[in-house]
Nanobody, 116 residues
Framework: QVHLEESGGGLVQAGGSLRLSCAAS????????MSWYRRAPGKQRELVAT???????NYVDSVKGRFTISRDNAKSTVYLQMNSLKAEDTAVYYC??????????WGQGTQVTVSS
């Protein structure tokens, strides 16, 4: 069983920054990609950013230039640095890990609220 521990959510004013962290309970060597998803009230879950085992990253258009995903392999941890936050970024953010055996795991979610 893989456990993903998320932290870093909270309340911030528009234009502010937050950094989310997600620590995996397994070695980085069994993890392919790690991603952040979000679900805003009344909306479907959305893929925000992904980082591969080689460090390649992809972002949804709405966060490009504002969010940065990174990973610390020594700590099996992925981060999401969120700058210039907007009210529309308000959502529950979920960490996801895809393992080398193609199984997926999810974190419990962390609330991000951006006040305008």
């Amino acid at each position: 069983q893989v456990h993903l521990e998320e932290s870093g959510g909270g309340l911030v004013q528009a234009g502010g920054s937050l950094r989310l962290s997600c620590a995996a309970s397994v070695s980085v060597y069994v993890i392919n990609a790690m991603s952040w998803y979000r679900r805003a009230p009344g909306k479907q879950r959305e893929l925000v950013a992904t980082i591969s085992s080689s460090g390649n990253s992809n972002y949804v258009d709405s966060v490009k230039g504002r969010f940065t995903i990174s990973r610390d392999n020594a700590k099996s941890t992925v981060y999401l640095q969120m700058n210039s936050l907007k009210a529309e970024d308000t959502a529950v953010y979920y960490c996801n890990a895809e393992l080398t055996n193609r199984s997926w795991y999810w974190g419990q979610g962390t609330q991000v609220t951006v006040s305008s």
